[in-house]
């Protein structure tokens, strides 16, 4: 009896032990969006026209990503900050250092005007699978000469559906870890929880100020078309 109770308690604290080990492994997450790949120094645009740029995000905080975990829910950080910023500083330094946007905000009489409605990144772990999204909405408005016009309606979303969760993790374990084998050339396939956020979230924002580029040449143009019309 005592040698079983014995065993009990050495498998109860083994397992402990590799939920302890896996969720360190799992939950070291460094969230590192960016607006751009390179940045040239210096920056291309000048640093007093992003007084020019009005950003609004009610829900703005330093919560940038979360993770939902499932099982191993006690050893987890659920929220975490951008390694690179906020939403808006960002968007306002991806603007800065953008050959494409930054001519347009010296432009006198040219101010910006953004209203993120919504801005969500997170994976959610449901133990057979994780789901791993973002949602990214926003309007931009144009401002000259004290006219407004919306010249971006921009809604983005995207997802990672993969099987890195917990439960596969420990479930990999059990066999003294003979199932990572297996388990981490997946890992190294799909990527890791941090990796998939990092990518759809990366990919968010640079879809937005690609998009932004192309709405503001568009503006441009049709505004070069009616004031040349006027001229004639």
């Known amino acids: 009896m005592l040698k079983v109770s014995v065993y009990k308690y050495f498998s109860f604290f083994f397992l402990l032990l590799i939920m302890a080990c896996l ?3 799992l939950s070291c997450i460094n969230i590192k969006v960016y607006p751009a790949l390179d940045y040239p120094l210096p920056p291309i645009g000048n640093p007093d ?3 020019k740029i009005k950003i609004e995000f009610h829900d703005e905080s330093k919560t940038f990503a979360e ?12 929220k975490y900050p951008n390694e690179y910023g906020g939403l808006i500083s960002i968007l306002k330094e991806g603007i800065l250092y953008s050959t494409g946007l930054s001519g347009f905000m010296e432009e006198k009489d040219t101010n910006l005007e ?3 409605s919504k801005f969500r990144l997170q994976a959610d772990d449901k133990c057979y699978k994780n789901l791993t999204d973002v949602e990214f909405s926003a309007k931009v408005f144009l401002i000259q000469k004290k006219k407004r ?17 917990d439960c596969f993790a420990v ?9 990572w084998f297996v388990y981490l050339p997946y ?3 799909r990527g890791n929880r941090e990796d998939q956020m ?5 990919n968010a924002v640079q879809g937005f100020l690609a998009n932004l580029e192309i709405s503001l040449t568009n503006s441009n143009q049709t505004g070069n078309k009616s004031a040349s019309k006027k001229k004639e």
């Not at 479930?171 to 003294?176: D, E, G, H, I």
């Open 114 to 116: 953004i209203n993120i």
């Open 67 to 78: 993770l939902k975990p499932t099982l191993l829910y006690l050893f987890y950080k659920k």
């Open 49 to 51: 026209s992003m007084n």
């Open 187 to 189: 890992i190294g396939f």
């Open 198 to 202: 990092n990518l759809i979230g990366n």
């Open 171 to 179: 479930l990999s374990s059990l066999p003294v870890f003979l199932g």
């Open 23 to 25: 969720s360190l492994f």
């Open 149 to 165: 016009t919306e010249i971006l309606d921009y809604n983005y979303s995207d997802s990672i559906e993969s099987k890195v969760t």
